[in-house]
C-alpha cells in the first residue's frame, strides 16, 4: 500500500494522513439499522446475534447434561475411548 506524502521546503518528507476505504452513505439502510442498534445498546437493550439455540433438541439436552457432570466434579473423559484387542477378549 502506497502512502501520501507531501514535500516540504527543507526536503524531508512528512506522511499526511487521509480517509481511505470506501466512502459511508449516512442514507443507506446498513447506516440506519447500524444507528438503530447502536441506540438499542445506548438505552440498556442487548443486540442479540446469530440464531437462537432450540433448549429442546438432542444436543442442548446433551450439553446440559456434560454441564451437570463437569458441576458434580465426575471426571470427565476427552475423545475416542481405546479400542479392546480381540485377544484379551477371548483370553
Known amino acids: 500500500?502506497?502512502?501520501?506524502?507531501?514535500?516540504?521546503?527543507?526536503?524531508?518528507?512528512?506522511?499526511t494522513a487521509g480517509k481511505r476505504g470506501r466512502p459511508v452513505v449516512e442514507t443507506s439502510a446498513r447506516q440506519a439499522k447500524l444507528a438503530a442498534r447502536a441506540a438499542r445498546v445506548a438505552a440498556g437493550g442487548t443486540v442479540e446475534r446469530g440464531r437462537p439455540a432450540n433448549p429442546n433438541s438432542k444436543r442442548q439436552a446433551r450439553l446440559a447434561a456434560q454441564e451437570a457432570r463437569k458441576?458434580?466434579?465426575?471426571?470427565?473423559?476427552?475423545?475416542?475411548p481405546k479400542a479392546v484387542k480381540a485377544d484379551a477378549v477371548t483370553a
Open 1 to 15: 500500500m502506497s502512502k501520501k506524502t507531501a514535500k516540504t521546503a527543507n526536503a524531508t518528507e512528512v506522511k
Open 71 to 80: 458441576a458434580a466434579g465426575i471426571e470427565i473423559k476427552v475423545g475416542r
